[in-house]
């Protein structure tokens, strides 16, 4: 159980253009999904939390105007990629948690998107 | 947010058991500790979570002392195919949520 599905895995687009990165919650409902970044040999860096609802809270040095978050639903979240160039291209991974009602609720991933632009 | 502390690498013979040690002196009294594993170009696995003293599934066992200022994620009998990296988070805690800043994780290298 606990899966989150990421689409597409890999995508590559032209300098300029937009890119759509889906999160869908497979067996489970979450109000709140989480979007990384990820640059070759490096961590995962928070770029923003969506609420499903309402706006997404961004993490200080992200452009909310290039990375627009839109969580319209309690199983899907999507990050959209605008204007991108080079410099975006990395590794974009999701994470959503489980509404429960007791009980810890850890982090369940996505399986991430390899952005390259041209 | 909890601050993590874990060493950058460890190398480790096939079959052999590894321990992962993670410092987090200022967590808090709701925070849970947990650790994932990250292969290449893939996104975090969940391997285990605790609160305190010993919890242990099928694939690894997680130690915290009474103070909970530091975890230890234990792999029985490590093989190949456990070369990953493995990060220790704490902050996801129960009953909400709660970001959680990755550290630099440790790599695990398993040797032949």
Known sequence: ?118 | LAKTTQPISMDSYEGQEVNITCSHNNIATNDYITWYQQFPSQGPRFIIQGYKTKVTNEVASLFIPADRKSSTLSLPRVSLSDTAVYYCLVGVNSGGYQKVTFGIGTKLQVIP
Not at chain 1, 40 to 46: C, G, V
Request: with cysteine; hydrophobic share 35%; aromatic share 8%.
């Open chain 1, 1 to 118: 159980g606990a899966v989150v599905s990421q689409h597409p895995s890999r995508v590559i687009c032209k300098s300029g253009t937009s890119v759509k990165i889906e999160c869908r919650s497979l067996d489970f409902q979450a109000t709140t999904m989480f979007w990384y970044r990820q640059f070759p040999k490096q961590s995962l860096m928070l770029m923003a939390t969506s609420n499903e609802g309402s706006k997404a809270t961004y993490e200080q040095g992200v452009e909310k105007d290039k990375f627009l978050i839109n969580h319209a639903s309690l199983t899907l979240s999507t990050l959209t990629v605008t204007s991108a160039h080079p410099e975006d291209s990395s590794f974009y991974i999701c994470s959503a948690i489980p509404i429960r009602g007791v009980g810890s609720s850890p982090l369940h991933f996505g399986n991430g998107t390899r952005l390259t632009v041209t």
